[in-house]
């Protein structure tokens, strides 16, 4: 699959209360959890950032709480990948499991500009940066996990199996 | 070659003979757990699949403890979802507002982990349970109904730290500043996907609800687990919480647990990526400043932060034990004009408690609150929110930005006796100063 959209730059340990605050978790809903993302330490990226954009952070992304809601809250407001130099390991196996595209890379988020296009390839985990016309590549998931998001998330990946048995 | 007891426990809850460090595994899990935030979404999810029965009404807990009493309709909506779940599939471990106390609090003093066990919940403090010599670990709400479903959850089995503690522990000092001095030395980051092995002779003296706060707060260095290898503190604790007439246990413990337990350890050649040893003899309280757990400096070294708030409570240190510390300091003073305090019991066992010790009488006498048990305001939900430029002084877990009301409100971690001294004085001090 590849994505495109522009990049919207975040810091170090962003964590899920920075994501998505306590005060939103009475809805599942992804759209209404959507409209609240990012608000405490980034008022201005709901207003500008456009469907299929890209958040590109630091180290420790996602540390903090298990709730599911901070990804579904990413995913809700249109953002279609997040790249962080680490990622914090519950967010990470939520991400797996909801079907968000996250992608691990040492050296792309430093290199990475805000508003910057880029274009990825999750299959082959390579990072485009157009604007700046450089490459960069990131860790590869582990087959199990692979294969995990390869069926669209965790549930559908039990389903699938059950129904091969 | 030789085992940590993560690897031990999780090796045992596979069908496998061997089991190394990053691997994959399929673990049967022991309990399960999710609240009134996370058991929505995996009860939706586990819907959706076609669930139809629970793989063991015995082996969920369901605990709606972060915005009850109900805080609003929303909320209501959210535990009604619950609560109707648990009536279908005949959950045996569900606990309404009455009988309910904050989850992490409320599942050891229920008699409901043992030593050894594997537990996973939907909350991210889950690894709470390590202090019993469990593996326990926070994840989502999907893994949650990937286990209601097959009882299974995917793991990957992780490497070790091993944090050696030595020396004998100061007045005032406890298992919340243990680890909040160790999320200080390692960072926020700094045990990320690791099992956080805790030992030496500062813990093997350590009392059980210490260990169940530096347990509680291993999350915060990213660590998958915190673990402490069970004793005779721990078998003492499961003595006496298997032996309450009235409360339900999942299994009693018979004499060949015990024994199992007692050589539930690492092996002497087990593999560490790291060895931390840290000499805490001088250690004082520790204060964690705004806005990250790992910003940490002795009591005494934060001078002239004036307070509008404090709060003893929550899965860190909502114990009685919390609640006893807090008491002694507050009998007989005033709590600072300027400043609201809030105590909030972890479980009703622990409110009881207090009653008949009359440390009820304390708080209330001293210009308190004492609340029934939840999460509130601890990650914002209710009973105690800041407003802007409000600051608090909590027993809680993190002080992230806007974590416990408006984005520019601050908290500040600590312990009961630091957060109790800080209500009398309206600023954050050394509880000696009281």
């Not at chain 2, 009536?87 to 050891?108: C, D, F, Q, S, T």
């Not at chain 2, 990650?379 to 984005?407: D, V, Y």
């Not at chain 2, 409100?409 to 001294?421: D, F, Q």
């Amino acid at each position: 699959m590849i994505l495109n959209g522009k990049a919207w730059k975040f810091k170090d340990n962003v964590n899920t209360d920075e994501i998505i605050a306590a005060k939103y978790l009475d809805t599942t809903d992804p759209l209404d959890l959507g409209r609240h993302c990012m608000e405490t330490i980034s008022p201005d990226f709901l207003k500008k950032a456009q469907k299929g954009d890209i958040i590109v952070a630091g180290n420790n992304f996602g540390c903090g709480s298990s709730r599911e809601h901070a990804p579904i809250s990413i995913k809700g407001c249109g953002v279609s990948c997040v790249i962080a130099k680490s990622f914090a390991r519950i967010f990470f196996r939520n991400s797996i499991n909801t079907g968000l595209p996250i992608l691990e890379s040492k050296d792309a988020p430093d290199s990475i500009s805000e508003g910057d296009e880029i274009e990825i390839d999750l299959e082959k985990g390579r990072i485009k940066n157009l604007t700046k016309n450089t490459v960069y590549s990131s860790q590869p998931f582990p087959k199990f996990m692979q294969d995990i998001v390869k069926e669209g998330g965790w549930l559908s990946y039990l389903k699938s199996n059950e129904n091969k048995k | 070659m030789g085992y940590t007891i993560t690897e031990k426990i999780l090796l045992k809850h596979t069908n496998k003979s061997a089991i190394s460090a990053g691997e994959f595994i399929m673990a049967n899990v022991d309990l399960c757990l999710g609240n009134d935030i996370t058991a929505p979404l995996a009860i939706k999810e586990a819907q959706k699949y076609g669930l139809k029965k629970v793989f063991d009404n015995k082996r969920v807990a369901l605990i709606p403890d972060h915005f009850t009493p109900n805080k609003d309709v929303n909320s209501a909506n959210q535990c009604k979802l619950v609560r109707d779940f648990a009536k279908k599939h005949n959950i045996e471990h569900y606990y309404e507002v009455g009988r309910m106390g904050i989850e992490h609090a409320l599942l050891p003093e229920m008699g409901l982990v043992m030593p050894g066990d594997l537990v996973v919940g939907a909350d991210s403090h889950t690894c709470t349970y390590g202090a019993l010599g469990a593996f326990s670990t926070g994840v989502g709400s999907t893994d949650l109904a990937g286990v209601y479903i097959t009882g299974k959850v995917w793991l990957k089995v992780p490497e070790a730290i091993k944090f050696i503690f030595k020396g004998k522990l100061r007045k005032w000092v406890g298992g919340k500043d243990l680890i909040l001095y160790t999320i200080f030395k390692i960072g926020v980051e700094g045990a990320n996907y690791k099992a956080m092995e805790f030992c030496g002779e500062t813990i093997e003296k350590l009392p059980m609800d210490d260990r169940l706060s530096m347990c509680n707060m291993a999350i915060e260095a990213g660590g998958k687990s915190g673990i402490i290898a069970p004793d005779d503190i721990t078998i003492d604790y499961i003595k006496e919480v298997t032996s309450q007439k009235s409360e339900v246990t999942r299994k009693r413990p018979k004499a060949k647990d015990f024994k199992a337990w007692a050589g539930l350890k690492s092996d002497k050649g087990a593999k560490y990526v790291k060895v931390h040893e840290y000499d805490v003899s001088k250690l004082e309280p520790q204060v964690a400043l705004p806005h990250l757990p790992s910003n940490v400096k002795p009591a005494s070294e934060v001078k002239n932060i004036s307070i509008d708030q404090s709060v003893i409570g929550s899965c860190t240190n909502g114990r009685i034990s919390d609640l006893r510390m807090a008491a002694s300091i507050l009998k007989g003073k005033k709590v600072n004009s300027r400043v609201r305090l809030i105590v909030i019991p972890a479980t009703q066992k622990i409110y009881l408690q207090a009653l008949k010790e009359g440390l009820i009488e304390i708080f209330v006498k001293a210009g308190g609150v004492f609340s029934t048990p939840t999460c509130g305001p601890c990650l914002g939900g209710h009973m105690g929110i800041l407003t802007k430029g409000e600051r608090a002084i909590a027993t809680t877990n993190r002080n992230f930005l806007g974590r416990m009301g408006h984005p520019e409100s601050e908290v500040y971690l600590s312990n009961p006796a630091v957060a109790a001294a800080s209500a009398v004085k309206g600023r954050i001090v050394h509880p000696d100063e009281v």
